[in-house]
T-cell receptor, first 112, second 113 residues
């Protein structure tokens, strides 16, 4: 049973516009969340994280929002660039040292 | 139903020992992966198998040997364990090597003492 879900397998966005990637989870005990970015034939690379004590974390063009009541988080990329085209995975755990549960990924294409 | 399962969830062992982590997927996928998550949460691909054949083999010590008895299983054997092998190891699968959607197992936390 998928405890972390990314319901959009793919997303296309025009360069310069905002990309919004969504992630939902079912386990209310999750309190630490990660986003990974993956290029073809490479392993995922860590992008940004957020803990449940915050509802927003920003790093440059990347912002993660957490809505605990809705068990939903989203990754905003603004402005989107062609180099952002990749697969994005979200992951969640009950604490920073515990096992992580991954979503199945959303493939983002940024159109020049 | 568990899509991708790994056993054991936790593994604590002494340096120098040989251990295995098992992975099974019941999704009918052709491609399976092993990833290592280090202390900084970086998730690094180690191996990828497609239909029991090795297609990705990153720079991993040859103490690590994946074995795929059939396309539903990809086991990871580690010989002569070292302290630096302590990490969380994730198994994943995808329908084929072209499809980007990957289903991850829950991870195996390996601690080498």
């Amino acid at each position: 049973d998928q405890q972390v879900k990314q319901n959009s397998p793919s997303l296309s966005v025009q360069e310069g516009r905002i990309s919004i990637l969504n992630c939902d989870y079912t386990n209310s005990m999750f309190d630490y969340f990660l986003w990974y970015k993956k290029y073809p034939a490479e392993g995922p690379t860590f992008l940004i994280s957020i803990s449940s004590i915050k509802d927003k974390n920003e790093d440059g063009r990347f912002t993660v929002f957490l809505n605990k009541s809705a068990k939903h988080l989203s990754l905003h990329i603004v402005p989107s660039q062609p180099g952002d085209s990749a697969v994005y995975f979200c992951a969640a755990s009950e604490d920073t040292g515990n096992q992580f549960y991954f979503g199945t990924g959303t493939s983002l294409t940024v159109i020049p | 139903d568990t899509a991708v399962s790994q056993t054991p969830k936790y593994l604590v062992t002494q340096m120098g020992n040989d251990k295995s982590i098992k992975c099974e997927q019941n999704l009918g996928h052709d491609t399976m992966y092993w990833y290592k998550q280090d202390s900084k949460k970086f998730l690094k691909i180690m191996f990828s198998y497609n239909n029991k054949e090795l297609i990705i083999n990153e720079t991993v010590p040859n103490r690590f040997s994946p074995k795929s008895p059939d396309k539903a299983h990809l086991n990871l054997h580690i010989n002569s364990l070292e302290l630096g092998d302590s990490a969380v190891y994730f198994c994943a699968s995808s329908r084929n090597q072209m499809i980007s959607t990957q289903y991850f197992g829950p991870g195996t936390r390996l601690t080498v003492l």
